[in-house]
């Protein structure tokens, strides 16, 4: 099983930014893809944006521009910086790692961070 965890939620002001981070039990190697998504109350997930294992990268046009996917393959680990920070950014913002690990696919979900945005 593969355990996925984030961190870096909180409470912070409009226009303000945040640093999510989302750490892999697993080695890099076995990972495909990894992403961000978000749920506000009484929506639908969401997604925020994804990383391939080859550096490739993909957004929400709601977030082009102000958020900024990438990762650390040595500590298996995707980060989301958040800038510019609007209220309907205010979510659970949740991570999600594929890849496949002895002969096995897996498709992971961490538990989620809070991100709440003040006008």
């Known amino acids: 099983q593969v355990h996925v965890v984030e961190s870096g939620g909180g409470l912070v002001q409009a226009g303000g930014s945040l640093r999510l981070s989302c750490a892999a039990s697993?080695?890099?190697?076995?990972?495909?893809?990894m992403g961000w998504y978000r749920q506000a109350i009484g929506k639908q997930r969401e997604l925020v944006a994804t990383?391939?294992?080859?550096?490739?990268?993909n957004y929400a046009d709601s977030v082009k521009g102000r958020f900024t996917i990438s990762r650390d393959n040595a500590k298996s680990t995707v980060y989301l910086q958040i800038n510019t920070l609007k209220p309907d950014d205010t979510a659970v913002y949740y991570c999600?790692?594929?890849?496949?690990?002895?002969?096995?696919?897996?498709?992971?979900w961490g538990q989620g961070t809070q991100v709440t945005v003040s006008s």
């Open positions: 990383i391939t294992s080859g550096g490739g990268t």
């Open positions: 697993v080695s890099a190697f076995s990972i495909n893809a």
């Open positions: 999600n790692i594929k890849g496949r690990l002895l002969g096995l696919q897996y498709d992971s």
